[in-house]
């Protein structure tokens, strides 16, 4: 690769071809601020419009100013980034895009994390000189997972961009010419009429108000304040190793035990581990693919514990329906079991007890919703409230989160093995898979449990294992347009694998929709990943299958793995959808 010379503020420097100005600027640590600009999260594609126009910088020789973002170095190039008229221009952008924007920031959901915001007191702006017709539109409250207020988008298409080009979904693009543009799914829909799956990845990465997650926290302090309902809580392994950046812990803190405590404090009857459920889902979901290999069952057979796939295979896939294992989540699974086998333990009935969930994932508010995820029409999961919905409601509480003493999980359904905590990062469920299953096939005893294959970050990876005398393979996909190439293939008849994983989110849920804000994407999800890692490998029982409290459920409650209990509470069905 050439490199090419240029000159940014009097610093000289030496660059790829095809480096950006603002990447360059970078290099030298030098400021540029910006909006519509973002690294996505498979590391290659970028949103850079240069759209927003705030990243405006001068260049010697050319009349114009220059996006910084979409506009190449070149050999030679000297550039200002600091001159009065880079910083004029950007201010009268600025000013420009505020005087379309809605003042209401006390009352947003994204106020003290919103790009403008913080860009606008970064820039020390305090009076918009410019007066004109604001843009007004019906704000989209349809879904059980996500808020779209039009009225404070600036128009940046990095949501865009994470819909079409990452997760290859098409729900949203550019609608309109002039003043008079959105971006919007097509005829203005309200979500719930599109084919979105509510992974929440464009609320990630919107760097204003203009799509949030439906808060759920005023229902959550409704149900802990009502005393005739015992008010239980479940949190899924991904919470624990984001929650406490919320508190300005350094990333890749576990805060598991003061996770609990503050739950504790918030007033919840009984605080539960999702793990559990992920040990009890690998039970079903084990016992269902040896039950296919052995009996000349359809393969591939994928995993089914994340609902913003089940949704996108639902919408573009259901040509597929009899290949993803019909197992339902780990949130729901432990909703099932908690209304059913719990509540007898505690000698109450369903409808006295309210289950919320914490979760990473908008989509799981969308999955508790669901008609088919109830028992006896009573729904097995309340409420669902994400790792940031939890954290403002441990702020709101006035609770010194970082000075709580570590406590346990209550148990029966607390009690978890170090396959259940992995599933919170794409590779996770296919290794804790990989652990029952070749137990339970080969009667061995599984020395080194650590399947390092199925690790790591990449979009999709495979691995081959052998189980007695069949070359078992296996495919992880994690972001739903990586999860597309492998469900085209199974279409095509061109795959030879025999289990799936797919993630929504790109590196698994660790990334979710419902995760603290965070733009540093690489860093931040290696140091979330090492989390649950460390955890897995710090915990004394690491199979599933070896969980205590499982095997107490099927001896007191469920029967056998895969049986026909098992089936009427832990297993649902797909649905196609138009």
């Known amino acids: 690769m050439s490199l090419i010379t240029l000159t940014i503020n009097d610093k000289e420097i030496k660059v790829e071809n095809g480096v950006t100005i603002l990447q360059a600027a970078r290099m030298l640590n030098i400021t540029i601020p910006t909006l519509c600009h973002l690294n996505m999260h498979d590391g290659k594609t970028t949103n850079h419009p240069g759209s927003c126009r705030v990243c405006m910088v001068e260049v010697t020789g050319r009349r114009n100013l220059a996006p910084a973002c979409s506009t190449p170095a070149t050999n030679g190039m000297i550039i200002k980034t600091n001159s009065i008229r880079a910083i004029k221009a950007r201010r009268t952008v600025l000013e420009l895009i505020l005087s379309d924007h809605p003042q209401d920031c006390l009352l947003c959901e994204k106020n003290t994390a919103c790009e403008l915001q913080k860009l606008a007191a970064e820039l020390g702006i305090r009076e918009i000189h410019y007066k004109g017709e604001m843009s007004t539109y019906p704000i989209d409250r349809s879904s059980s997972s996500i808020v779209r207020n039009l009225d404070k988008c600036i128009l940046c298409r990095r949501c865009e961009t994470m819909c079409n080009e990452i997760q290859t979904v098409g729900v949203l693009s550019g609608v309109g010419r002039g003043f008079e543009t959105v971006v919007s799914p097509a005829f203005d829909l309200p979500l719930i009429e599109t084919t979105c799956t509510f992974c929440g990845q464009c609320v990630a990465v919107c760097p204003t ?23 239980v809580v479940q949190t899924a392994p991904a919470v624990r190793a984001a929650l406490g950046e919320e508190f300005g812990l350094p990333l890749g803190t576990s805060v598991t035990g003061k996770m609990v405590a503050a739950l504790r404090a918030l007033g919840f009857t009984k605080v539960f581990d999702t793990n559990f459920a992920a040990d009890l889902t690998i039970m079903e979901e084990a016992s269902e693919f040896a039950h296919r290999l052995q009996h000349g069952g359809r393969l591939p057979m994928l995993t089914s514990c994340c609902p913003a796939w089940v949704n996108f295979f639902e919408h573009q896939f259901n040509d597929l329906l009899d290949i993803p294992s019909t197992c339902k989540s780990p949130q729901q699974m432990w909703g099932a079991v908690a209304k059913t086998y719990l509540a007898q333990k505690m000698n109450i ?66 009690e978890s093995t170090g396959a259940g905590v992995i599933f919170g990062t794409s590779g996770g469920v296919m290794e804790a898979a990989l652990r029952t299953a070749y137990e339970w096939l080969t009667n061995e005893t599984l020395e080194n449990v650590n399947f390092e294959a199925v690790r790591g970050m990449e979009g999709i990876k495979e691995a081959s294992v052998k189980i007695n005398d069949i070359d078992v393979k296996v495919a992880i996909a994690s972001g739903l347009g990586n999860a597309r190439k492998l469900l085209e293939a199974i279409r095509e008849g061109e795959s030879t694998y025999h289990l799936i994983e797919i993630m929504a989110c790109p590196g698994g849920c660790i990334n979710g929709g419902g995760q603290p804000y965070s733009n540093d994407y690489e860093d931040i999800l290696a140091k979330r990943m090492s989390v649950l890692y460390n955890e897995d490998k710090n915990k004394a029982i690491r199979k599933s299958h070896d969980n205590p409290s499982i095997k107490k459920i099927y001896e007191e409650f469920l029967g056998e793995p895969y049986g026909v209990k098992a089936h009427e509470l832990l297993h649902t069905q797909y649905v196609k959808r138009k």
């Open 209 to 231: 108000g203009a799509l949030t997650e439906v808060n759920n926290t005023s229902k959550v302090w409704n149900a802990l304040g009502q005393s005739a309902k015992i008010v």
């Open 349 to 414: 009935t369903a409808k006295d007890m309210i289950v919320v969930s914490v979760m990473p994932c908008l989509a799981k508010k969308y999955e508790a919703a669901r008609a088919e995820m109830s028992t006896n029409e009573v729904p097995d999961v309340d409420i669902v409230i994400s790792t940031r919905e939890l954290a403002k409601m441990i702020k709101e509480a006035g609770i010194d989160f970082n000075s709580l003493p570590d406590e346990d999980f209550d148990n029966p359904l607390g």
